[in-house]
């Protein structure tokens, strides 16, 4: 990497942030590129030390040096955070929010109502943190090409970036991929849980459904063919496999995940009118 990179300044430097600009280090970006601001002393310590990334406790100095600001902060501060901001924030600087439940059009509003704002929305995930992540993101009109590359480009070294193209879509988003990883922890559980009720001790059925997670995500990825194939070729007729899918469909299990998933999105509409306020 050269010195022709963006400077990227994280305000807020919590694990997801942790987990983005530690993926850009390990991905090879310039660590003297990226900067982390956070009101806690100890936490950036750390960070410097073990990442040689520039750290301070004014998000006002961590703006002043940034082409590219990521917003890393719980949405409850996030107003008064952006209002701060807002009188110190260079034209042409490319902010990336990756808050749940906040709007651009909020985000627009509270960072000065710049009409040329170039703001990109992130809805990204847990798995980030070990990067195998997988971010919606969603770009306003003013965004350029080239700025979408680059914000590509961070999210890309926490996982798989996918872009929509209305806004109202990173609710769709929330309800997949950003909560879904505690559905499938859900159903980690209710098998282990099944396996002990059938008589296996814990430690057992924990890692045996633990390494089917994984090891099914994994063949998934990495086939030709798509996860209905995959679930046909495993399912023989008669079988064992068949009669579980059976118990699933006859249970409405697929009502189930999309009444979850709909609650999900709903919820997230409803935390965007209160955060609007």
Request: overall charge negative.
């Amino acid at each position: 990497m050269t010195d022709s990179q963006p400077t990227v300044a994280f305000i807020g430097a919590g694990n997801m942030a942790g987990s983005i600009f530690g993926g850009l280090v390990a991905n090879g970006y310039n660590a003297q590129r990226i900067i982390a601001s956070d009101p806690k002393p100890d936490a950036l310590a750390k960070l410097q030390a073990s990442l040689n990334i520039r750290t301070t406790t004014d998000n006002r100095e961590a703006l002043a040096a940034a082409d590219i600001v990521v917003l890393a902060v719980k949405p409850q501060v996030m107003k008064a955070v952006c209002c701060d901001l807002a009188p110190h924030l260079k034209p042409g600087t490319l902010v990336i929010s990756i808050a749940a439940g906040i709007s651009a059009a909020s985000l627009h509003t509270w960072l000065g109502g710049n009409q040329d704002l170039a703001l990109v929305r992130c809805m990204p995930n847990t798995p980030s943190l070990v990067q195998a992540g997988a971010s919606g993101l969603f770009a306003t009109p003013s965004v350029s090409d080239k700025q979408k590359q680059q914000a590509e480009s961070i999210m890309a070294a926490v996982g798989s970036v996918c872009w929509v193209n209305n806004e109202e879509d990173i609710h769709a988003v929330t309800a997949v991929s950003g909560s879904g990883p505690a559905y499938f922890f859900l159903m980690i559980e209710a098998m282990t849980d099944a396996g002990v009720a059938q008589g296996l001790n814990k430690d057992t059925a924990a890692r045996l459904a633990l390494d089917t997670a994984y090891g099914a995500a994994k063949l998934a990825v990495n086939s030709d063919v798509d996860v209905v194939e995959l679930r046909r070729r495993v399912t023989s007729p008669n079988g064992t496999t068949a009669e579980a899918i059976a118990s699933f469909e006859n249970n409405n299990y697929r009502v189930i995940v999309a009444n979850a998933m709909q609650a999900c999105a709903d919820r997230s509409r409803q935390l965007a009118e209160q955060l609007a306020d």
